[in-house]
């Protein structure tokens, strides 16, 4: 049977793993959607440019093909929908939420390895009440942060997992026995 001790060290260590996750996972979402909000930006500005260009210059009065208008137009409607996308996802929001999420998780984690380098406190009700206020705070941070997309959770759960195999991890967690 394990002691209180055991338990709140095992639950400690699960804890530091899952902000690792989180943390991680947070940074490469919005790496992501800062991606997608740029790449959509800059379609959508090179199909704008190219039907606004076409319809104000002489070349479109060279343009007499129905198909050469037709693609011409189809550019300009395409730039608005991607523009419609753009907005309705709101990519740029979402990789700020995710850059806060990520700042607030690593926080959390900086705090939990430092606690198991100074060492959680070796009273069984101080180390229940330390426990207790980490994962309210937790609780805080999580229900303001954006849900992290599966795949991406998935990649920076593998990520973490190759890391902590890692000697240097395995020691600082062999520390907290």
Request: proline letters at 2%.
């Amino acid at each position: 049977m394990a002691t209180g001790e055991q338990f709140s060290n095992h639950c400690a260590k699960d804890w530091l793993r899952s902000l690792m996750i989180l943390h991680r996972g947070h940074w490469n979402a919005a790496r992501i959607f800062d991606r997608v909000n740029l790449l959509l930006g800059i379609i959508a500005t090179v199909m704008a440019a190219i039907s606004g260009a076409t319809a104000f210059s002489k070349f479109g009065e060279l343009v007499t093909s129905v198909w050469s208008q037709l693609v011409i137009s189809l550019f300009g409607l395409m730039a608005a929908a991607i523009v419609a996308v753009q907005t309705f996802f709101r990519s740029s929001e979402l990789a700020s939420r995710h850059k806060q999420a990520a700042v607030k998780f690593g926080q959390l984690r900086r705090e939990l390895e430092e606690s198991f380098d100074l060492g959680l406190p070796a009273n069984f009700d101080a180390r229940k009440e330390f426990l207790t206020s980490f994962r309210e705070r937790w609780k805080v941070v999580d229900d303001k942060s954006p849900s992290i997309p599966d795949r991406i959770y998935q990649k920076a759960k593998t990520e973490t997992e190759k890391k902590l195999e890692t000697p240097e991890w395995s020691n600082f967690f062999n520390k907290v026995q």
